[in-house]
């Protein structure tokens, strides 16, 4: 406990997690760690969820986090603990509560949101951490998110120590928190391995009003492994960083590199290690599985992040080789890890996910047939807007055929066709740089379409063309696809053959 | 001519319009200045078309500017001289030009494009001047835009030297070109008066082929005054910013602000006159009449933009006074006062217009009934995404009632919900920041709709809940209110009432 609890006065603030639950008030606002299933606190929630059960004493809070918990998220929900939620999620049992209305979403780019939490009034926060320091420092364990802003905020403080996190992590942390306004400054990174802050999250000892020991691991990723088509847009997207290099945009270190949470963009980097490329560096959110393959390969030479989310068998390697990663890795907060100002001046290059593309270059990352939200927006717009190149990938089609992914008009908008340069589905790739509306449609549709819906999309765009504009579009007609899914169960069957 | 080209081996490079316009052939692609009406190139524009009539030899470019011209974009649209167009106009010509598919218009965010021409080929730049330095610096007139990156990559340079823009202009230019990447440095801009450049862009002699000396004032502005409606929103505003104030969110000298350009944000600007905040700053892209009525009352201690755009008493009365305001403005390149780094680090605060917004708040400023561009983008997504307040504003109606700017669905997303914290129309003030989907959508609806269309509005949003979602929607119905307009002329008058 000594090595993990540095400050002796702190040791006698040991408590249980029922002892610590009992700090969470109805209505209260919390702030916790936790960034996609990472260094996320977990015995508190389970305490509380395990007492509301007992006592039926319910409680219902305002929840805000880095980015998604591991299975506390879960918990919480179906014990209907959450009011409001912010600013991401990806967990099942939350995803039905917001998407019938209980649980309040307030999702948000997620550099933006520590920025809103500084206006915001926040009762608790409580950090999962390797140690506390001397003077009170938390240091995190697999994240770091928001729980800077947290910590500076919350008139109160507890700490999960989690024992199964090893000391090694201690230095891998960068704390830079911004100046307040109008005092802020530049954030002074200009080469991914810059530190600009402390390796702990500062803070007052007097705040700190309990710690739990802990002792169990992150929830491991749920990342599918790469199949033929997510390896077929690996390809595609290495083919063209070889023509960017070919051509004098990029240089043969490429630019840092970003990848959205999900199998395609952790096949990407996989693809990564056969590679020509060399000596390459990683300015990410989220730090997935194939980023320690390339490490091991001798492919990566530094990577920064927000959190590491790793599959059972990883997350094992990792954090027992951390003294010899440690050197070429950090987590920062992340506010600065998906800061425009660092992504714009570093030129990232950022390849991230979609659920939909239209004919027009418009992307919905987030809400099925517009409606029902299944993650968040997460980082995707922060990188999407500000990167060097921006690349987003989707399969050309999901459940069997039934659904196109390439649309006529998106159900949802995340990402304008401003903040989009190329779009790869397993059938090609296309790049909109510089092109027209017009030759963008042209270029999506014949290069992206599965050949199920290539003729009626052509179809729609030509019909479209006749009435005119900058981006022509047949108004009863621009939905109806995602209608007649609802209503018939396939893209392709009117819901006039129905009746 | 001593005074105005101080280098004297170029005064030997004095040049007709006439004569100028043969450097630009057939294909080329060409940058030019000019931004929102100001500054722009006008002599040779005019040449090059009196040419192609007189001779009926027609050529096509590819216009590239650092927003809209002022009338030149009328003559080269008109004569066909147009192919693609980027990355801003507000012309009606060349909007008819893009929006019959004849020219291609490629809409970028303004504090994009400088970083996309770096990697496209520029065969001439054309650049409107005040002087030329000893060692060949170009001193613009009334706007910077993207003239500095099209000196810096243009294989040839031809200045038009505009006699009737002041000599006092020279020195209110701040030009700060960024390093190329990987060696590119923080923005050193952390206050809105900062000097980080040289007060002209720095130009090889030798890239200048021809001087063209001119006589024609800027293009005036077409703003319209404030009406009723506009002023009921700019006490909204106002209103609003007070509470602000009285929160503890922003201190008595508010925070820089930004306007769009247009009689709303003009408006707002006036109607800081009457208020009670003092030592304001602005940050902002265009500085429209209300900056200098606000300097005059002693209102604004600093105005940072990229142009000045006037109407013709104020122009004739700004340049005239040029010596007094000298020290409390400056001209920046459009990637610097559209920077996302540096919006965000001053915590601007940024008002603009939208065409429609939709019940969650989603805003389109582009493209009517989702077809036909007005005129772009512009800064307008560099400042929402990034302030530290993003405020959108519209009148609630257009064409007298018959289209309700509050709608389910907006038919072309240029904001997304996450970019939007406050909406205003002359209705009421709807304050965004922190609600969940569904209580965007009460809130939207009931501070914002005109009562013409409150009650469709909150049935189909009833209708909406009753099939779930976060963003519940009925997506046969989300756009048949726009295909309503365009088939009966009349929101409220449903298709099937015109069979």
Not at 17 to 39: L, N, P, Y
Not at 137 to 144: A, F, M, Q, R
Not at 382 to 407: E, H, P, Q
Not at 422 to 432: F, K, M, R, S, Y
Request: aromatic share 6%; with cysteine; net charge negative.
């Amino acid at each position: 406990m000594q090595q993990r609890i540095r400050n002796h006065l702190l040791r006698s603030r040991v408590l249980t997690a029922d002892e610590a639950q009992t700090f969470i008030q109805d209505g209260m606002t919390i702030g916790v760690s936790g960034f996609t299933r990472s260094g996320d606190v977990k015995a508190i929630p389970r305490a509380l969820v395990d007492n509301i059960r007992k006592t039926e004493n319910s409680r219902q809070i305002h929840l805000y986090s880095g980015a998604s918990l591991g299975d506390a998220d879960s918990w919480l929900s179906t014990q209907h603990v959450v009011d409001r939620r912010s600013p991401y999620q990806s967990d099942p049992d939350t995803r039905q509560g917001i998407n019938c209305g209980e649980i309040r979403y307030i999702e948000q780019h997620l550099s933006h949101s520590a920025e809103w939490f500084r206006n915001e009034h926040i009762d608790l926060a409580i950090i999962e951490a390797v140690a506390i320091t001397e003077n009170g420092g938390i240091i995190p364990t697999t994240s770091v998110g928001n729980s800077p802003v947290f910590v500076q905020k919350a008139k109160q403080v507890i700490v999960e120590i989690n024992l199964s996190m090893p000391e090694s992590l201690i230095g891998i942390h960068d704390i830079y928190i911004p100046e307040n306004r109008p005092f802020r400054t530049p954030i002074g990174i200009t080469h991914v391995a810059d530190r600009i802050g402390t390796p702990y999250i500062p803070c007052d000892p007097n705040k700190i009003v309990g710690i739990v020991m802990t002792d169990d691991p992150d929830s491991p990723s749920k990342i599918v492994a790469p199949d033929e088509e997510t390896q077929q847009m690996a390809e595609y997207i290495l083919e063209l960083l070889s023509h960017e290099v070919k051509q004098g945009r990029l240089s043969a270190k490429l630019a840092p590199l970003q990848s959205g949470v999900g199998s395609v963009a952790n096949a990407v980097f996989s693809g990564l290690e056969k590679s020509p490329f060399n000596q390459l560096e990683i300015y990410t959110e989220v730090m997935q599985d194939a980023v320690f393959q390339l490490f091991d390969s001798g492919k990566v030479s530094f990577a920064s992040g927000c959190s590491f989310t790793l599959s059972e068998s990883m997350r094992d390697h990792v954090l027992s080789s951390l003294p010899r990663y440690r050197k070429q890795l950090l987590l920062r907060p992340q506010e600065i890890s998906n800061h425009p100002e660092v992504i714009r001046r570093l030129g990232v290059i950022a390849i991230n996910g979609a659920l939909e593309v239209d004919i027009y270059g418009n992307v919905n990352s987030t809400h099925v047939r517009g409606t029902h939200v299944m993650n968040g927006i997460g980082g995707s717009g922060d990188f999407a807007r500000n990167a060097g190149l921006t690349i987003f990938v989707t399969k050309s089609t999901a459940k069997n055929g039934r659904i196109s992914s390439v649309v006529p008009f998106v159900s949802h908008v995340d990402h304008t066709e401003h903040d989009v340069d190329i779009l790869v589905t397993e059938q090609g790739i296309a790049d909109l740089r510089g092109l027209s509306p017009r030759e963008r449609a042209k270029t999506i549709i014949e290069n992206l379409a599965h050949p199920l819906y290539k003729d009626a999309l052509r179809d729609y765009f030509e019909r479209a063309c006749v009435q005119g504009g900058n981006t022509p579009h047949l108004l009863d007609e621009a939905l109806s696809w995602h209608h007649q899914f609802k209503e018939t169960g396939d893209m392709r069957k009117p819901v006039s053959a129905m009746m």
